[in-house]
């Protein structure tokens, strides 16, 4: 009997919102992350209505986010990444080396990526979340990634729920 679940990819394919630059550098930056001890997720819903495009979780429980740029353009259109510290202990930014590192806000690291990987060009400072936040967040990491996990697993059995 053949399962039509063996037949899913394990790995989504884009959803079409991110232009290619931005899945490289997404993709660059989930490589350093994990060499980092961090698991990452992607568009993770924030308890505040916003959509992170990167959230990494290590052992330690710190919670990382990660905004993903492609241009000066995308930066410069982007009025939402204050928000975003109220629910990570540091906050990053993500791009390509062709952006020049004096155009991203002070207060926040800076991480060079491609493809292929990335390097942690400039660490962010940390301020930790209150222990209700970060419980919120990390309970809000571990249901998005079973949730996808499932779908992978049970596509049609699965409404929409977080995303």
Not at 31 to 54: H, K, Q, V, Y
Request: hydrophobic share 40%; with cysteine; aromatic share 8%.
């Amino acid at each position: 009997m053949d399962n039509p679940a063996r037949n899913i990819a394990l790995v989504p394919p884009p959803d079409r919102r991110q232009s290619e630059t931005a899945l490289a550098i997404a993709r660059g930056t989930a490589r350093l992350l994990r060499s980092l001890g961090f698991t990452c997720i992607s568009e993770l819903p924030l308890p505040s209505g916003r959509r992170a495009d990167l959230v990494a979780l290590n052992e330690r429980g710190e919670i990382w986010i990660v905004e993903i740029k492609s241009s000066v353009e995308d930066l410069r259109a982007d009025q939402k990444w204050h928000e975003y510290r109220a629910h990570c202990d540091r906050l990053f930014f993500a791009f390509t080396q062709d952006l020049p590192c004096e155009i991203f806000p002070e207060g926040t690291g800076l991480i060079i990526a491609d493809a292929y990987g990335a390097h942690l060009q400039c660490e962010a400072p940390e301020h930790k979340i209150a222990a209700a936040t970060r419980k919120q967040m990390t309970v809000r990491f571990g249901m998005a990634a079973a949730l996808r996990i499932n779908r992978l697993v049970d596509p049609q059995g699965h409404a929409e729920f977080w995303e």
